[in-house]
């Protein structure tokens, strides 16, 4: 997770209904972050919004969106879906359509011809019906933005495995803090703070953090006591929003460890993104070794 907030878009044309809805979700928090909404009265609203004024904020995609279905036209808020998966190429965000009017868009057919994550009624729209949907989706986007991001660091550093210190100058940059852009692409935020990655014990391939500062933290968390993960060896420990993420040693890699601190507390997803994250840059690290060797020799 390395959201400090998460946001949350509300389309609908009833004013009404925006009011309540934001009366009842303000005080929201998903794994100790706050929502953050906003809200649009109609597709054109919501349109200059995605396309302007949020990335004039620097936010990452939408968490979740709730769009209303007859707005300005009976299906305002279909191709306002249409236009968040396929103008935009978000397939990120979880898109709820809330109607009033299910006989003008019924349930089934919505759902066969658009990307969507889920549909009802307003009149289901209670508080505890919203915080579940509000919940399950930010946790699917997190986990989902986090594979990205870490498929994109990981990318990088398989181009520049030639050698262990091109690796460190690909992390160099992208691992220390990021969150992702429209296009998927890491950026710095301020919000998710990857301290180290080390590997064979102390060896220090990346994040913001000193060696020596690296390993001391290492060293105190481990103390805390690790967690198993699976039966493989692959531990963690979480100390509030610090966390540190063990992966043992196999026949591709050496052991390694991720040390970072998250603006809210991570999930079991995200532990398992980092995870493997790091078995990824660890395996790099050690062909890249290889070739140095070989290339020695």
Same mark, same amino acid.
């Given at each position: ?84 998966r396929e103008t935009q190429q978000n ?33 289901? %729209? ?121 992966? %043992?040693?196999?026949d591709v890699h050496g052991e390694a ?24 840059i660890a395996t790099l690290a050690r ?11």
């Open positions: 997770m390395f959201q400090t907030e998460w946001p949350v878009l509300l389309v609908d044309d009833d004013a009404d209904v925006l009011a309540v809805s934001e009366l009842a979700m303000k005080s929201f928090e998903i794994d100790g972050v706050p929502i953050r909404l906003f809200t649009a009265r109609s597709k054109a609203e919501a349109v200059e919004l995605l396309s302007g004024r949020l990335g004039a904020l620097l936010l990452p995609y939408i968490a979740v969106a709730f769009i209303d279905v007859v707005m300005e036209t009976d299906r305002a808020g279909l191709e306002l879906c249409r236009y968040i397939r990120l965000t979880q898109i709820y359509i809330r109607t009033g009017q299910p006989g003008v868009a019924p349930e089934r057919e919505v759902n066969d011809r658009y990307d969507i994550n889920g549909y009802f009624s307003k009149v289901e %729209a209670t508080e505890d019906k919203l915080y579940s949907l509000v919940k399950a989706g930010i946790r699917q986007f997190d986990f989902a933005s986090m594979a990205v991001v870490e498929f994109n660091v990981v990318t990088r550093c398989i181009a520049a495995a030639d050698s262990l210190e091109s690796i460190q100058r690909a992390l160099a940059g992208t691992l220390s803090q990021f969150h992702l852009d429209p296009k998927g692409a890491p950026t710095r935020t301020g919000s998710y703070d990857c301290r180290a990655v080390i590997l064979d014990g102390d060896k220090l391939v990346g994040g913001s953090y000193s060696e020596a500062d690296a390993v001391a933290e290492r060293n105190r968390l481990v103390k805390q006591g690790l967690q198993p993960l699976n039966a493989s060896g692959d531990a963690f420990v979480q100390n509030g929003h610090d966390h540190l993420i063990k992966a %043992a040693a196999t460890w991720h040390l970072g601190r998250f603006p809210g507390i991570p999930s079991p997803g995200d532990t398992l993104v980092l995870l493997n994250f790091t078995k990824a062909h890249a070794d290889s070739r140095g060797h070989r290339a020695a020799a």
